[in-house]
């Protein structure tokens, strides 16, 4: 789309400028994002593994785990690179991209938790109709609804933000592309497509926060005649979506629906939306749901019950040369000879890593050559490293090429 912009690449100014805060920064958001998708993967394995976690809230569970992956995944690679001391630009159209892809999933888990609290609602409100009104379809219909809802409000921010002209600066004041700060950079009035945008993203935010408020409200007037054990169940069974409800709707309320005028403050509390509650979900999931705590204790038992034989065997190759002192050398030859194809493709593949990664960069031109063999080389070589020397696979391709043969000939 021409939207008559000479800006082909912005610059994303982070946090700070300080080198020291910079290195504190990257560690602990890399904390916080290797938490945040190694939580989140967990509940995703431990509801599609454990049949009895198959009632509709962890159906809905499951999504907003996958979706907060996502979320999270958007912004903070990026971020995290350029505290590193990686490069802090970002091409126009991954500009857009990058605002389109949070929104999408920022929208998909304002829908998501809102069809959480109706599951909530119609739980405890309607349980002789629970199974009626939750069936696999509507739940399905449900989640189908959110991603629907969500690509029209993130292709709407993206239209009307990819429209305007951009002639420099190119300089944003946050660590992710967002609405407000590329307004602040467009070279044309943008009050109407500020308020054009904030109706957006706060009429969603606001419906779907009155939904949520509402369903509380009932179930809260429905247990009026509740005894304390009542009380206690019904509001255990919503502890946990209230509260990432309000570490949610907060800050995105804070944000988005008025007219920024601070952006070093919207940066502070995007960190809370974007980051934190992302991080934090899986933890207020789990520790306050004992079905999900047992089904994690049933999956964690069962894979290392079946894991323990084999960790033994591939600890690491020094385990394995020490094994081998007492052997013949016909049991050397026969170990080395089953482990010599991987260790050439570790070493075809880290030996570049390593010169690549863990070096200070001193020339372009020698890291460019250096790349060349862990990512077009080594896979290359690879095939051959492992059935050369394998005879099995050698075997394997012969009966497979004869059967091949002998079917083209018939």
Request: charged fraction near 10%.
């Amino acid at each position: 789309m021409d939207n008559a912009s000479s800006v082909k690449e912005f610059i994303l100014l982070g946090f700070s400028e300080n080198q020291g805060l910079q290195k504190i920064y990257s560690v602990l958001f890399l904390a916080f994002y290797l938490i945040t998708v190694a939580g989140n993967l967990l509940i995703v394995v431990t509801v599609i593994s454990s049949q009895g976690l198959n009632s509709p809230m962890y159906f809905f569970l499951c999504y907003l785990s996958f979706v907060d992956i996502c979320y999270s995944s958007t912004t903070a690679p990026k971020m995290i690179a350029g505290l590193l001391g990686g490069s802090k630009s970002i091409s126009f159209v991954g500009c857009m991209a990058q605002l389109f892809g949070f929104h999408f999933f920022g929208c998909a888990e304002i829908f998501l938790l809102t069809a959480m609290a109706y599951d909530r609602y119609v739980a405890i409100c309607r349980p002789l109709h629970y199974a009626a009104l939750m069936s696999g379809r509507t739940c399905g219909l449900m989640v189908l609804g959110s991603w629907l809802g969500a690509f029209f409000h993130s292709t709407l921010q993206l239209l009307l933000t990819i429209c305007l002209p951009f002639c420099g600066p190119n300089k944003i004041n946050h660590y992710f592309c967002d609405v407000h700060p590329l307004l602040r950079l467009a070279c044309a009035d943008t009050r109407a497509v500020g308020a054009a945008e904030v109706v957006n993203g706060g009429l969603i935010t606001l419906s779907a926060f009155a939904i949520l408020v509402s369903s509380y409200v009932v179930i809260l007037l429905s247990l009026k005649g509740q005894t304390a054990a009542g009380w206690h169940k019904a509001l255990s069974t919503c502890g946990s979506h209230i509260t990432v409800v309000i570490l949610f709707f907060g800050p995105c309320t804070f944000i988005y629906i008025r007219p920024s005028s601070n952006l070093v403050e919207d940066k502070d509390v995007a960190v809370f939306y974007s980051i934190i509650t992302p991080m934090l979900n899986p933890l207020i999931y789990t520790l306050r749901n004992q079905e999900v705590k047992s089904a994690m204790r049933k999956l964690w038992s069962r894979k290392v019950g079946s894991q323990n034989a084999k960790v033994q065997d591939h600890i690491s190759y020094t385990a394995i040369l020490l094994s081998l002192r007492t052997h013949s050398p016909k049991g050397w030859l026969k170990a080395l000879d089953t482990s010599s194809s991987h260790i050439m493709a570790v070493t075809l593949f880290f030996g570049p890593c390593i010169f690549i990664y863990l070096c200070p960069s001193a020339t372009c031109l020698a890291d460019k050559v250096v790349s060349v063999f862990y990512t077009i080389i080594t896979p290359m070589l690879n095939p051959f490293s492992y059935t050369l020397r394998n005879q099995e696979v050698k075997n394997s391709m012969k009966k497979l090429w004869s059967r091949t043969v002998r079917r083209s000939e018939k």
